[in-house]
């Protein structure tokens, strides 16, 4: 039987009735060959056969597919089971063998029963024929109707299965894509949190004044972490809260700027996904330098890519820990690679000018509702 579709799949948004039709069409298309077969074998009139071939290629296709739609939905009358609703389009080859047998000889009577009327000719059919040749042109029809029952069989299962094949992938990217995101934030709250411990032994009040900060930015990300796309100019918001929350313990050693164009600001892209790059930027680049420095986050377009650059003027690259050694920088690889594959990149590079640090660019393509 043919397995349960994923009716959101693209493979599979054509209507029951649509793939109905596709399939007289194809149906008629077999008629079309059928004719010009017997025109070149048997030097027969290619008009006159070619009639035939429709009008019995249609009518056995009406009643062989028709036929197994009404059957498939009396046996599945009462099942409420939705894997069985799914196989409502296939009976079983048990059933389908008399429904095969049944449409030919009705389709091939009422085909040649037309063919005869358009065409003014009296070609005999099943019915007033001797029986060895009634058997003849039974057997001469069953063969493409059973082989053409056979192959759209075929090809529908195949569609399906891959339908399914495509639906489990989706899930399981879905699934650790929810992972990645359950490991980011816990990483970004105990960073800030261990920051605050130090400031309430140190300096209670901008300790306090980072607590205030601290809520208001988890009110806030909380919310926007639970999607799975938000704005562009949200993903800046939740930048800007968290960078003047750092600022509370690292005062003026810490200085930020944003880049937005108007044009990219309702760009969608997933929630948190440039947190762990200015977490980084703090932690290896500005942290360890005493004077601090600057953090930039731009967005552009590059073609037919949104490009983010987040670019601090810290210690460089050269100082800091290896690449797969960081928690950041592999989250954000594996977050792209889960939504994008290979549409998506992070790249990190050395600024082209004098103030040194490090340059972190995210590209992303632009369609990504």
């Known amino acids: 039987m043919i397995p349960p579709v994923d009716a959101t799949s693209p493979n599979n948004r054509a209507t029951p009735s649509a793939r109905f039709?596709?399939?007289?069409?194809?149906?008629?298309?077999?008629?079309?060959?059928?004719?010009?077969?017997?025109?070149?074998?048997?030097?027969?009139?290619?008009?006159?056969?070619?009639?035939y071939a429709l009008c019995i290629s249609a009518a056995c296709w009406f009643c062989i597919d028709g036929g197994r739609v009404a059957v498939a939905r009396w046996k599945y009358r009462r099942t409420t089971d939705r894997d069985a609703q799914a196989r409502n389009d296939w009976p079983g080859w048990p059933w389908m063998a008399v429904v095969v047998v049944l449409g030919t000889m009705v389709g091939y009577s009422a085909g040649n029963a037309l063919a005869n009327w358009i065409t003014g000719y009296s070609s005999p059919g099943l019915i007033d024929s001797s029986l060895r040749q009634a058997l003849a042109l039974l057997i001469v029809a069953l063969i493409p109707g059973a082989g053409i029952t056979y192959v759209f069989y075929s090809r529908e299962r195949i569609a399906a299965t891959q339908a399914q094949a495509q639906a489990a992938q989706r899930?399981?990217?879905?699934?650790?894509?929810k992972l990645l995101e359950s490991q980011l934030e816990p990483h970004?709250?105990?960073n800030t949190l261990a920051n605050l411990r130090v400031l309430i032994g140190s300096d209670p009040p901008r300790a306090q004044a980072?607590?205030?900060?601290?809520?208001?930015?988890?009110?806030?990300?909380?919310?926007?972490?639970?999607v799975g796309r938000h704005p562009l100019s949200a993903e800046?918001?939740?930048?800007?809260?968290?960078?003047?929350l750092m600022r509370v313990r690292m005062?003026?050693?810490?200085?930020?700027?944003?880049?937005l164009p108007d044009d990219l600001a309702d760009m969608p892209v997933p929630?948190?996904?440039?947190?762990?790059?200015?977490?980084?930027?703090?932690?290896?680049?500005?942290?360890?330098?005493?004077?601090?420095g600057r953090i930039?986050?731009?967005?552009?377009?590059?073609?037919?890519?949104?490009?983010l650059r987040v670019r601090d003027t810290g210690t460089g690259r050269s100082t800091r820990e290896p690449e797969g050694t960081q928690f950041g920088l592999a989250q954000v690889r594996e977050r792209l690679a889960t939504l994008y594959g290979p549409r998506a990149s992070l790249e990190l590079a050395e600024p082209d000018d004098a103030e040194g640090g490090t340059l972190a660019s995210v590209r992303l393509p632009l369609n990504t509702a």
């Open 188 to 190: 970004m709250l105990f």
């Open 210 to 226: 980072m607590l205030d900060r601290l809520i208001a930015f988890l009110r806030a990300t909380l919310s926007a972490s639970r």
């Open 271 to 292: 929630p948190l996904l440039l947190q762990p790059l200015v977490e980084n930027c703090i932690k290896h680049g500005l942290e360890p330098q005493v004077g601090g």
């Open 236 to 244: 800046f918001a939740r930048l800007n809260d968290y960078l003047e």
């Open 251 to 259: 005062g003026d050693r810490l200085q930020y700027r944003f880049g």
């Open 21 to 51: 039709l596709l399939r007289g069409l194809k149906s008629l298309a077999l008629g079309v060959l059928i004719a010009v077969y017997l025109t070149i074998a048997f030097n027969h009139s290619f008009w006159s056969t070619l009639v």
């Open 171 to 177: 899930q399981a990217a879905e699934n650790q894509l």
């Open 296 to 307: 930039e986050v731009t967005a552009l377009r590059v073609g037919s890519q949104l490009v």
